[in-house]
Nanobody, 117 residues
Framework: QVQLVESGGGLVQAGGSLRLSCAAS????????MGWFRQGPGKEREFVAG????????SYVDSVKGRFTISRDNAKNTLYLQMNSLKPEDTAVYYC??????????WGQGTQVTVSS
């Protein structure tokens, strides 16, 4: 079981940058594929970016390709999401979890990202 705490969100103007962090506890983090997900106002939660256990393979939803970078530090049990060139449509609560999330997955509190135009 991995427990997750997201941080790093905030209010930023369009075109700005933020770096999200996800601190994980549990012995399975370093051997698990992880992902970032987001839920915008009135929308369902969606996949944003994923990384395999070693960090050698990454995937992104089309809308963030070229702007977001997912990475991980297994020694620190931490997952990151570098977000550049932010757009108002990136406004959402961002969550990290195993990728794919297991059925009935437990979610952290997330971190709010608000991008003003």
């Amino acid at each position: 079981q991995v427990q997750l705490v997201e941080s790093g969100g905030g209010l930023v103007q369009a075109g700005g940058s933020l770096r999200l962090s996800c601190a994980a506890s549990g012995r399975t983090f370093s051997s698990s594929a992880m992902g970032w997900f987001r839920q915008g106002p009135g929308k369902e939660r969606e996949f944003v970016a994923g990384v395999n256990w070693s960090g050698g393979y990454r995937s992104y939803v089309d809308s963030v390709k070229g702007r977001f970078t997912i990475s991980r530090d297994n020694a620190k049990n931490t997952l990151y999401l570098q977000m550049n060139s932010l757009k108002p449509e990136d406004t959402a609560v961002y969550y990290c979890n195993l990728n794919p999330p297991p059925p009935r997955a437990s979610w952290g509190q997330g971190t709010q990202v608000t991008v003003s135009s």
